[in-house]
């Protein structure tokens, strides 16, 4: 839901019905379905780029995995930055541009405040983590000084086989 798009929250706000307004003639009930939550807002604009009815399309879209916040498997993990993505770089200076969250939350997304919540809780349990982690690793840098080992990134007995 910190995804940026550009064009201000207003514009985008009154281009969303656009998108509601496109259905079938016949039955409502056989689609287009448009999803509110930020989650699958990007998925549905990457379908739409995507092969996604040939193999190697449908291979690729089961490979893509996106979440609304950042779910348990993942919080441990290195954030990694697309550089060619950085709103610094995309967007030109002075030009509004509006995160997904907020744009999801006017539309018809009801889960916001609670994602907001569970997202904080994240924070801070992430925040004690990483004090942790810090401190360890300087207990270990003062027992072996300067030539310390670096820390074992996978210790399953497959990876250390």
Known sequence: EDLNISGSLIR??????????KDVNTNRARGPF???SPHRMPWTAIRRMIPHKTPRGALAMARLKVFEGIPAPYDKRRRVVVPQALKALRLAPGRKFCRIGDLAAEVGWRYAEQTKLVEERRKAKMS??????????ALRKQAYGSDAPAPVKNTSKRALA
């Open 34 to 36: 448009y999803h509110r």
């Open 12 to 21: 985008n706000k009154l281009k969303f019905p656009d998108f509601l307004r």
């Open 128 to 137: 004690v983590y990483y004090e942790r982690k810090k401190a360890l690793l």
